[in-house]
């Protein structure tokens, strides 16, 4: 397999993968690449939130193949690139693949101290972290059903990561200090 200057990271939802992409992008000089980003746009403009929008796409057993060609692309064709991504790991095996972990009652806490009233009432977020964090599970198991029938691929398996970070046991400065420092000894190696 041919080594690529490409970190692709997934990870659960308010794990800190946008953060972090673009903190690692910024510090190794590399462009930086979104898919969550399309992915909730796509639904704003649908006017649903991102759980209707994953059990809407698993029940049409279908994604969006422009995303899907998008990364295939930038896999194909570019370098010094960082991607946050579910399933860019997948679509570049020359990519250093990071995932980053979080348990889902501390994400959903997270992701409710980080949203405005406006953003909160627009998403459908409960209040309530332990009512979001079963909200986030049936996210994820819808993603990985969708996954697993379109591509046969599980993106929650750690197996297919090169490093595996727990966001609650490292703050961003370390968990960004841990991507870069393995993803340079990763290239020499």
């Not at 997934?10 to 972090?20: C, E, I, L, V």
């Not at 405005?116 to 079963?134: F, I, M, S």
Request: glycine content about 4%.
């Amino acid at each position: 397999m041919n080594k690529k200057h490409i970190v692709t990271i997934a990870g659960r939802p308010g794990s800190g993968k946008s953060t972090t992409a673009k903190i690692v992008a910024k510090r190794l000089g590399f462009k930086h690449f979104s898919s969550g980003d399309l992915f909730r746009a796509a639904a704003r403009e649908r006017g649903i939130d991102i759980l209707q929008a994953n059990l809407t796409s698993e029940q049409k057993r279908r994604d969006r193949p422009s995303r899907r060609r998008q990364l295939r692309e930038i896999g194909a064709t570019e370098d010094n690139e960082v991607i946050d991504s579910r399933t860019a790991w997948h679509w570049m095996p020359g990519s250093f693949k990071v995932f980053l972990d979080l348990d889902l009652e501390v994400a959903a806490k997270r992701i409710i101290d980080g949203m405005d009233e406006l953003r909160l009432a627009n998403e459908h977020v409960p209040r309530d972290p332990a009512e979001y964090a079963k909200k986030l599970q049936k996210r994820l198991d819808s993603e990985a059903r969708r996954y697993s029938a379109l591509y046969q691929i599980n993106p929650y398996d750690m197996s297919n990561y090169d490093l595996v970070i727990d966001t609650a046991a490292n703050d961003i400065e370390q968990t960004v200090e841990l991507v870069t420092k393995s993803f340079q000894s990763w290239v020499n190696q």
